[in-house]
């Protein structure tokens, strides 16, 4: 899955002068990506390829937010009240009606999503000094790259190779505009 444009040196800069935010905003997405595996087994339990696949994931993404709470806990910091991320809520806004249609639509966009954490949190891990934390942020840069994978592979499980290509390119288009149209913040999107 090819973003079709990288992400700032604004948006790093931003990052590692408030790294703190940043890590706390890290360990809210990963908390989320544990639950939005469990809700797509919760409303397709007949795809038995994606029940297992996506149970695998969401404990996965469970276990990445244990371990950022543990470098939370290491910095005497407090996780904060759930907050909405505008640029999930963006993506999601482009899921289209329909059974199957939105089933392809999720599927991607998760898809992208986990894209665009993987650039994100590779770059942050390049910046880093040599240590644990870099050590983490690659190992964490590695499984959001197989995360972006397993969430494409599971669409042409589903749907034609073609559609996938075809919907996966739109959205790709318009999630950079959405990038584009944001605010920089020390915050994984």
Known sequence: MRLKIPTSQDWLQIVMNNFNSFLLDHAACERKASATGMNLVAHYPD???????M??????ELEHFRQVY?????RNL???????????KQLQQLIRKGS???LLDRLLIAGVIEARGCERFHLVAQNLEPGPLKDFY???AR?????HGLFLRLA???????????RLEELLELEAKIIQGLPLRAAVH
Request: aromatic share 10%; hydrophobic share 35%.
């Open 100 to 102: 199957d249609v939105f």
């Open 70 to 74: 543990k470098k939370i806990e290491e």
């Open 55 to 60: 149970i695998d994931f969401a404990l996965e």
């Open 143 to 147: 499984s959001e790259a197989n995360h």
């Open 78 to 88: 407090i996780l904060g009240p759930d907050q909405k991320d505008e640029y999930v």
């Open 156 to 166: 042409k499980i589903y749907f034609e190779e073609s559609k996938v290509n075809e």
């Open 47 to 53: 795809r038995k390829e994606l029940v297992t696949t």
């Open 138 to 140: 690659l190992e964490i």
